[in-house]
């Protein structure tokens, strides 16, 4: 059970980071507003999950190569993070279901933090990493080696807004063997190269009809 109303809290259980700031910030159970703050705070087993998560994420970020790629991972997160409290309609769950639903999220996310912090990583960008780059991280799960590209970042052409909205390349998959590297069931006919320096991609991997992965060489830069 928390001590005191007031905590100092990582990103990953601050909502206001979605705004820009890029230092921890207080979270205030006393003064909490939203509906996600509210059930963080009144809820300790998500309460629990929340810090682990963001523990995971000062942690991962702190020692990560690809500076600003971690943050940018994280605050995609955070902008989803109060679609767990609802059901697959979009309608608000009862608070019993909403915690399960959010304790499982921000587990996954955990996960998903730990694993970036053992993957070879690999990218397009030159310096920090902004969504505009992609990044290309090969890593292991379930004995299983998967990779994942993320970024290539585009706002949407209709309705144009910042970072984290529009569009994103975020593919995940397992690394099948084929002829001259591997494949997987979400990169077409693409076929990946990958050595101990870099990643080659064969050819163009459409993401959306907005933006995709160019055919190129991916330096390692971990």
Do not use: H
């Not at 290309?136 to 990779?147: E, K, P, S, T």
């Amino acid at each position: 059970m928390r001590t005191s109303l007031v905590r100092t809290v990582f990103l990953a259980t601050s909502l206001w980071w979605l705004v820009g700031s890029a230092t921890a910030a207080s979270f205030d159970c006393a003064k909490a507003r939203r509906p996600i703050e509210k059930l963080i705070c009144s809820n300790p087993e998500l309460d629990a999950a929340d810090t682990r998560m963001g523990e995971a994420f000062k942690r991962v970020n702190a020692g990560f190569p690809l500076k600003g790629f971690v943050l940018a991972t994280q605050r995609v997160f955070l902008a989803g993070y109060s679609a767990c409290m609802n059901d697959d309609t979009g309608k608000t769950v009862v608070a019993a279901e909403a915690v399960r639903r959010c304790v499982a999220v921000v587990r996954e996310r955990t996960a998903e933090l730990e694993a970036l912090g053992q993957a070879k990583v690999y990218s397009s960008a030159v310096g920090t990493f902004t969504p505009d780059d992609l990044a290309i991280l090969v890593y292991n799960a379930d004995g299983r080696q998967r990779i994942r590209l993320w970024g290539n970042w585009m706002p949407d052409a209709y309705n144009p807004r910042p970072f984290p909205d529009g569009k994103l390349c975020d593919l995940d998959d397992e690394l099948k063997p084929a002829k001259g590297g591997f494949k997987t069931a979400s990169t077409d006919d693409a076929v990946l190269t990958i050595s101990e320096t870099a990643v080659q991609i064969s050819e163009y991997i459409m993401c959306t009809p907005r933006n995709g992965i160019a055919a190129q060489v991916y330096r390692r830069v971990r």
